[in-house]
T-cell receptor
Framework: QKEVEQNSGPLSVPEGAIASLNCTYS??????FFWYRQYSGKSPELIMF????GDKEDGRFTAQLNKASQYVSLLIRDSQPSDSATYLC??????????FGKGTRLSVIA | EAQVTQNPRYLITVTGKKLTVTCSQN?????MSWYRQDPGLGLRQIYY???????DKGDVPEGYKVSRKEKRNFPLILESPSPNQTSLYFC??????????????FGDGTRLSIL
């Protein structure tokens, strides 16, 4: 059974701080890694994806991937109250279906 | 506008009354999928389809049926709904092949309550 693990949170950070969200996965054959943001009652929205080891930056978001440690993270710089949401990590290997973690709830305190 | 459209958005119904939730995408995506989301359990895949007339079970297929007669449509059918199928349902789609590099696009969700 392929698993994707995330701390459920809530992770509370003050406004302006860096939020660090972590995800581990069990399938060593995983190739693609996605971060989705989901506001309560809304659909997941893709915010970042990464395929290669290292860092990938997009605006205030940085995804970090370490395949040897089977670990992927999302950093949110200058966190804003509007970043308060649940963040879903999703992992896939080849053409098998995407496997989602249960999500980490982030709360940014103004 | 590129989108995945689900209908209805909300439905309250009773046990045993057959229902269909429709899903349509306008992005010419080959891959489509249905998920249910429950508190504490995250997103769980019900069924998926890699192309027309090709469907496969996900993690929680019991009590559900799907069909993929056209590329754009992927309806979810509950033949005899039960209260344990009360949930928030999402349809999603993406390109395939090269599927591993393609993110999924989600519909707005269907909140289903079975009494």
């Amino acid at each position: 059974q392929k698993e994707v693990e995330q701390n459920s949170g809530p992770l509370s950070v003050p406004e302006g701080a860096i939020a660090s969200l972590n995800c581990t996965y069990s399938d060593r054959g995983s190739q693609s890694f996605f971060w989705y943001r989901q506001y309560s009652g809304k659909s997941p929205e893709l915010i970042m994806f990464i395929y290669s080891n290292g860092d990938k930056e997009d605006g205030r978001f940085t995804a970090q991937l370490n395949k040897a440690s089977q670990y992927v993270s999302l950093l949110i710089r200058d966190s804003q109250p509007s970043d308060s949401a649940t963040y879903l990590c999703a992992v896939k290997a080849g053409n098998t279906p995407l496997v989602f973690g249960k999500g980490t709830r982030l709360s940014v305190i103004a | 506008e590129a989108q995945v459209t689900q209908n209805p958005r909300y439905l309250i119904t009773v046990t045993g009354k057959k229902l269909t939730v429709t899903c349509s995408q306008n992005m010419n995506h080959e891959y489509m999928s249905w998920y249910r989301q429950d508190p504490g359990l995250g997103l769980r895949q019900i069924y998926y389809s890699m192309n027309v007339e090709v469907t496969d079970k996900g993690d929680v297929p019991e009590g559900y049926k799907v069909s993929r007669k056209e590329k754009r449509n992927f309806p979810l059918i509950l033949e005899s709904p039960s209260p344990n199928q009360t949930s928030l349902y999402f349809c999603a789609s993406s390109f395939f092949p090269n599927y591993s590099n393609q993110p999924q696009h989600f519909g707005d969700g269907t909140r289903l309550s079975i009494l």
